[in-house]
């Protein structure tokens, strides 16, 4: 298990009051990253009634309110902190999670935390130039990446190539327990193609 986020203790006050002004018992918090281990992520804290917890949910310790995490998220919210900073406005409640854009991996990363590494460390920079990227949407049966192009790759007349030679070709090198690569992109839109 990663290092568990930190709630300070000026967030913890604040949230807490917050949370008396629900008026329901034990309701807590859900911290989780919408589209983790992407530049589109984004770090979500939620209100969670009794019981509106995921079953695989963590159960943050020593914290004065009920707080869990996504279990999906938890990789890319290791070393993040939720502060809270009181002004003259009323104050500002912040999350930094460094690693949630681009979360540290290992050999017991999952597939898909592996694919979107290679995706966006070594892919993407290459499709940049061309204005276009590519982005997984699931791990399907049997370890299949589904994944759809974006930008000057939708549509393109390269595309086939791009992902024969360039994105399956590096993802599966690099990935040996993926079972093969599906791209879900609808080509048939070639507004912003880099080749017609």
């Given at each position: 298990m990663a290092r568990q986020i930190e709630i300070t203790e000026s967030a913890q006050e604040y949230l807490?009051?917050?949370?008396?002004?629900q008026k329901k018992d034990n309701m807590g918090v859900r911290i989780f990253i919408e589209q983790p281990g992407t530049p589109s992520a984004e770090t979500c804290l939620a209100y969670c009634n009794p019981g509106e917890e995921m079953e695989d949910d963590i159960l943050?310790?020593?914290i004065r309110f009920p707080?869990?995490?996504?279990s999906r998220s938890e990789p890319y919210l290791e070393d993040a902190?939720?502060?809270y900073s009181p002004d003259r406005?009323?104050?500002?409640?912040?999350?930094k999670a460094p690693n949630s854009k681009m979360p540290k991996i290992s050999?017991?990363?999952s597939v898909e935390e592996k694919i979107n590494?290679?995706?966006?460390?070594?892919?993407?920079?290459?499709?940049?130039?061309?204005?276009?990227?590519?982005?997984l949407v699931e791990v399907a049966e049997n370890r299949i990446a589904i994944l759809r192009f974006?930008?000057?790759?939708?549509?393109?007349?390269?595309?086939?190539?791009?992902?024969?030679?360039?994105?399956?070709?590096?993802?599966?090198?690099?990935?040996?327990?993926l079972g093969g690569i599906t791209d879900v992109t609808d080509h048939t839109d070639r507004t912003k193609a880099f080749y017609k």
């Open positions: 807490s009051e917050l949370l008396g002004k943050l310790s020593g707080a869990f995490i996504e902190v939720i502060d406005m009323g104050g500002q409640l912040s999350i050999e017991d990363s590494y290679i995706l966006w460390t070594e892919i993407n920079p290459s499709l940049a130039s061309h204005g276009g990227e590519v982005s974006g930008g000057g790759c939708q549509g393109c007349s390269a595309v086939d190539i791009t992902l024969k030679e360039g994105v399956e070709k590096t993802l599966m090198e690099s990935i040996p327990e």
